[in-house]
């Protein structure tokens, strides 16, 4: 005796642009969260420029009654801004690829970004992974093309 089939699960075009619009309602809200990570950077930066920069942080530590040099902080301030640059990239990246999905243009961009997504766990993973299993559909990629194509003029 066989097994019964599998269902057959027909995407509809509804369902493509259902999905779309939540993509992109997602993908601003990781945008969104660039600006909350960009705040915890400055918080971060101003509570070790405190205990860098101020000697009297370091008086019962048991070893010289001074801080450590200037250098040694140098190497966080570039921590910060390399990790500020990343972070904000990340959110514009996020904010256009929530654009695009709502106008159905740039798919290529929002596969980009989608895979970079998967980086940033576990919130960026979970979206990269979903944006990539609706933008590979055969239905959605037809819909871009449809969307996108340049109407001949005679």
Partial sequence: MEPP?????????????????????????????????????VMHF????????????????????????????????????????????SGVANVLSGLFLQRKKYRTFSLVVAGTNCLHFPFGTVLGIFTLLVLLRESVRQSYERENAVPMRF
């Fill in 46 to 89: 101003m509570i070790m420029k405190q205990v860098f920069m101020n000697p009297s942080m370091w008086k019962g530590s048991g070893g010289p009654a001074h801080a450590p040099p200037a250098e040694v902080f140098q190497i966080f301030i570039w921590f910060y801004v390399v990790a500020g640059v990343l972070v904000v990239l």
């Fill in 5 to 41: 089939p599998l269902p057959h699960f027909a995407y509809l075009p509804q369902k493509d642009d259902e999905h779309l619009k939540l993509l992109a309602v997602f993908h601003f809200i990781v945008g969104g969260f660039s600006l909350v990570i960009i705040g915890f950077l």
